[in-house]
């Protein structure tokens, strides 16, 4: 009987000694990605980004970036620009918004906010 007991625990630490290197490596290979804008605009060549978090580190965390207002020669102008990006766990996320967006000098008004979840 105490035969059988001890090969039934030598079993189970070969068992877990064999397949902790691939729970490890599984949780090793976990990456995030995410970045969150809350005004992209191209025109004439020139590229404008604002309330950009920039690109969400592979290992994840949190990153977040706003701006009170903005009013570039009248074409576009925005108010509380604020944008949040991260990653833990099983997901990333990313979220901008935007109020009081005027362009072309109040020819197109909105207010926006937009969510973007990826589960891993």
């Known amino acids: 009987m105490n035969t059988k007991k001890n090969s039934t625990i030598a079993i189970c630490l070969t068992a877990i000694l064999a397949l902790s290197p691939i729970a ?3 949780q090793a290979t976990t990456t995030f990605s995410g970045e969150a804008v809350a005004l992209r605009a191209n025109a004439l060549g020139i590229s404008l980004a604002l309330s950009d978090t920039g690109a969400l580190p592979s290992s994840g965390g949190n990153l977040s970036t706003s701006l009170a207002s903005v009013n570039v ?3 576009p102008s ?7 990006s991260s990653g833990s766990g099983t997901t990333s996320q990313s979220q901008s918004s935007v109020a009081n967006l005027s362009l072309l000098g109040g ?3 909105a207010d926006c906010e937009i969510e973007f979840e990826r589960y891993l």
Request: hydrophobic share 60%; aromatic share 6%; glycine share 6%.
């Open 78 to 84: 925005a108010d509380a620009l604020k944008s949040t």
């Open 24 to 26: 490890s490596f599984a």
């Open 73 to 75: 020669l009248g074409l």
């Open 107 to 109: 020819l197109v008004a």
